[in-house]
């Protein structure tokens, strides 16, 4: 066997296998024994005729297939293993034969290579440093999501309902005088403001008293995701069955020792402000570090195969559908998109220019490690595990024991990778843009709506099999949101 190998077009390479005479007999020969089981010929029991009476009765050519799979898999691989100083190969290749008769075969791999990237400027640029700082209300804020977390329902008995109570309900839903799916239930506790429901619900369910039965008008929305509700008058039978509000404990050094460990109303701020300030650096790095890798992408250039975005949108999707059933209790994409009125091939198309950038922007960040020479020193590695083994109180000997080959290589690309950032945010001009408030950013999820047809509006929680909701604004039929 012999091979050749070069360059093609879109960062692939073109690799040329040759096979002689006697190779290529003996892969016919080893295809005969393979497959004649599978070959009726008359006079002869079934796997028993001779490979030239096949032959003779299904074709000269009948074993070249597979004998040119089996050449295939015996050498392609081989190839890729000798040539991993100079190629990556980064996907599977397209076969095609390029002669086939007695004397031989030629078959030809074009593979998906990692393409080299032509940097551009990379240092002395000018980038945006992004900042957060940490104000005392942010501090007070945490302490009242902290009362918040602790508060209590309490019966009202004495007033109406009020907006901020805790409604627990009955209803059941009409439109016409015939009730629809779903739209009944039980003592469902509503919270009167929350915009939860439908517009007009909540409002008309303020000033009821614990007891009082009520009808209750309202319209569904005409985009309303019921095909069936949109845009219908519809009735809710209301009963109030009880009524709560919600009660805040004190704040005081004895509730903070209770609620956060802290020994004081003022310890407890002291600690809330050095992590709000340790978050709002860490997201500032980040975004920083966003905008360099953003500048110094889009100066670069590079022929990205197919194969690398297409890898990379696989990669995001299955994420996505971890991401939903770690959200939603084992929920499936499938049943999402089917939900949202979507599919997977118009979902995962949807990654398609994120994943390019991503790609784009790994090729260059690895082409400046390797033009820069960054690497991860044996030591460094070592004063990590170092830091990692007194955590665990164990000396670093008896922690490295522990440490596999995959660990320690994870441990060094941590290091290479803060490397290069150091090295780039020492080598361009940071300009530091005006001080940011240090709020929290809203996570992205997937989005599932409830299935209980509930008068709701905004609220998105899990759907439950065979109901229906009739939520007051559609959540999104046109394309479905990205599990990030």
């Not at 003996?26 to 005969?32: L, Q, S, T, W």
């Not at 953003?294 to 990379?312: G, R």
């Not at 995962?348 to 960054?374: H, P």
């Not at 361009?428 to 047809?453: C, H, R, S």
């Amino acid at each position: 066997m012999k091979y050749t190998i070069e360059p093609s077009q879109k960062s692939t390479i073109k690799i040329t296998i040759t096979f002689d005479k006697k190779e290529w007999d003996e892969a016919n020969m080893k295809a005969y024994q393979q497959t004649k089981g599978k070959y009726f010929v008359n006079g002869f029991r079934k796997g028993k005729a001779p490979k030239h009476v096949i032959e003779l009765n299904y074709g000269k050519g009948v074993f070249y297939e597979d004998a040119l799979n089996n050449l295939y898999t015996e050498h392609y691989y081989d190839i890729i293993e000798k040539e991993k100083e100079n190629y990556t190969v980064v996907g599977q290749p397209e076969l095609s034969v390029d002669d086939i008769n007695d004397n031989g075969a030629v078959l030809v791999a074009t593979a998906p290579v990692k393409p080299d990237v032509n940097l551009g400027a990379y240092t002395g640029i000018n980038i945006q440093k992004v900042e957060y700082n940490v104000k005392d209300e942010d501090v007070e804020a945490e302490l009242k999501r902290l009362q918040e977390r602790n508060s209590r329902l309490v019966a009202v008995e004495d007033r109406v309902a009020e907006n901020g109570d805790t409604a627990t309900i009955d209803f059941s839903g009409s439109v016409n005088g015939e009730k629809f799916q779903g739209g009944t239930s039980e003592n469902y506790p509503l919270v009167l403001g929350s915009g939860s429901f439908i517009p007009g619900f909540e409002e008309q369910v303020v000033g009821m008293k614990v007891g009082e039965e009520k009808d209750v008008l309202v319209k569904f929305p005409d985009d309303y995701q019921a095909e069936e509700l949109k845009g219908k008058d519809a009735v809710f039978a209301v009963k109030l069955n009880k009524l709560e509000k919600k009660e805040l404990p004190e704040i005081n050094d004895e509730f903070i020792k209770d609620a956060a460990g802290a020994e004081s109303v003022e310890a407890y701020k002291a600690q809330t402000r050095e992590r709000l300030e340790k978050q709002a650096k860490d997201k500032g790095n980040g975004e920083t570090e966003n905008n360099i890798v953003k500048a110094i992408t889009e100066n670069a250039t590079v022929e990205i195969p197919d194969a690398m975005i297409e890898n990379q949108m696989d990669q995001m999707v299955q994420n996505a559908e971890y991401r939903l059933g770690m959200q939603y209790g084992g929920m499936k994409l499938a049943d999402y998109l089917k939900y949202m009125g979507s599919n997977l091939h118009d979902f995962r198309e949807g990654y398609r220019n994120q994943a390019a950038d991503m790609v784009k922007s790994q090729l260059v960040i690895d082409k400046i490690i390797r033009t820069e020479n960054i690497k991860a020193e044996d030591a460094e590695i070592d004063a990590k595990l170092e830091e990692f083994a007194k955590a665990a109180n164990k000396s670093l000997e008896e922690y490295k024991k522990d440490v596999n080959d995959s660990q320690r290589e994870y441990i060094a690309n941590d290091i290479v990778i803060n490397k290069l950032f150091d090295f780039l945010k020492a080598n361009n001009n940071l300009t530091a843009n005006e001080e940011k408030p240090a709020k929290k950013t809203a996570k992205k999820t997937v989005k599932a709506e409830d299935g209980e047809a509930k008068p709701a509006a905004k609220k998105t929680t899990k759907k439950t099999e065979g109901e229906t909701k009739p939520a007051a604004k559609k959540t999104t039929k046109k394309a479905a949101p990205k599990a990030e």
